[in-house]
């Protein structure tokens, strides 16, 4: 499926799958905000995924014997998708609001259309290219309130980096991804050596640092990890890196824009978050970048 076919009910019901489950994923990584250091979460969280991976890869019949070759470039599916970005989004989150998070993590949309022009030679599309910079400018009214509370300072100015990067890293990783189903490399297999190898990467970094992978056995922890682990990564991460093979990196990153709105949703019902007027013309503006995207081409 190109970049620039219709949507089909497979199609819209991945993208719903991936914006829910990102979705939640914002309240229950507030729950494992704790005891446990931010790096030594993201091991066990991928170290729980990765043989679930692996496990749907062997029930579907795909192989899992791959040459060195294709390992090492699981290892870089690894370090840039579940590693790097989440460490540096993390690290970026000790300076900055969780609202700049959310704004700058959905540049994706845009960081997509440009990377997949230069690195798998897709065509930019036009439609899709404005509905993603909607997008972005409306996540970014709707977290007016906290950015305006940002002061910029160093410590801003790290975050701001980190984050940056963070994001970078996530997008480099749908090219790996995307370049890899070019190859007929499954999704399911990839990731699950992906998964295992980012869990390494991230734990060598965690030693590096002295940090303690003593587990929080509370119920909410353990809740939590779960979660993100059964549901904001084998279920999402399957449906976003499906999604991306079949419509193309710049449409399936649209939904790195839509998840927050959920996330805002979810925190109206749980935190108490009060809807603005900057935030109710960021939603609009976001459900119209969302139509330009996901709307189907004018036929020539």
């Known amino acids: 499926m190109t970049a620039r076919a219709r949507f089909t009910a497979l199609d819209f ?19 494992q905000v704790g005891t446990v250091p931010p790096e ?23 192989t899992l014997l791959y040459p060195l070759a294709e390992h090492a470039r699981f290892v870089a599916l690894g370090l840039a998708l579940f590693s790097t970005n989440f460490v540096l989004f993390y690290y970026g989150g000790l300076y900055l609001a969780s609202g700049l998070l959310a704004v700058i993590f959905s540049l994706s949309s845009v960081i997509n259309i440009l990377l997949g022009a ?13 509905g993603g910079t909607l997008g972005f400018l409306g996540i970014a009214a709707m977290f007016y309130p906290q950015l305006a509370g940002t002061t910029i300072d160093t410590g801003a100015l790290i975050g701001l980096a980190l984050c940056i990067a963070g994001t970078v890293s996530f997008c480099t990783g749908n090219m790996i991804s995307a370049r890899m189903q070019r190859r007929k490399i499954t999704v399911f297999a990839a990731s699950g050596y992906g998964m295992i190898y980012g869990a390494a990467a991230t734990a060598l970094f965690a030693a590096f640092r002295g940090s303690s992978f003593a587990i929080d056995w509370s119920p909410v922890y353990l809740v939590s990890l ?34 927050p709105v959920v996330a805002l949703a979810v925190s109206t019902a749980l935190e108490g978050y009060r809807w603005t007027l900057p935030a109710l013309v960021g939603l609009v503006a976001v459900l119209a970048g969302n139509l330009l995207v996901l709307r189907a081409p004018k036929k020539p």
Do not use: N, Q
């Not at 019901?13 to 729950?31: D, E, P, Q, R, T």
């Not at 230069?118 to 290219?129: C, M, Q, Y």
């Not at 993100?228 to 419509?247: E, K, N, Q, W």
């Open 118 to 130: 230069a690195a798998l030679g897709a065509p930019i599309d036009k439609r899709v290219a404005a």
């Open 226 to 259: 779960a979660y993100l682990g059964l549901i904001g990564s084998v279920m999402a991460f399957a449906c976003y890196l499906t999604l991306l093979g079949r419509i193309g990196a710049d449409r399936a990153a649209y939904s790195t824009v839509m998840f």
């Open 13 to 31: 019901g991945l993208y719903a799958g991936i914006v829910f489950a990102w979705g939640f994923s914002w309240i229950a990584l507030h729950y």
């Open 40 to 62: 030594v979460s993201v091991v066990w969280r991928f170290a729980l995924a990765a043989p679930v991976m692996l496990a749907f890869a062997a029930m579907r019949g795909e």
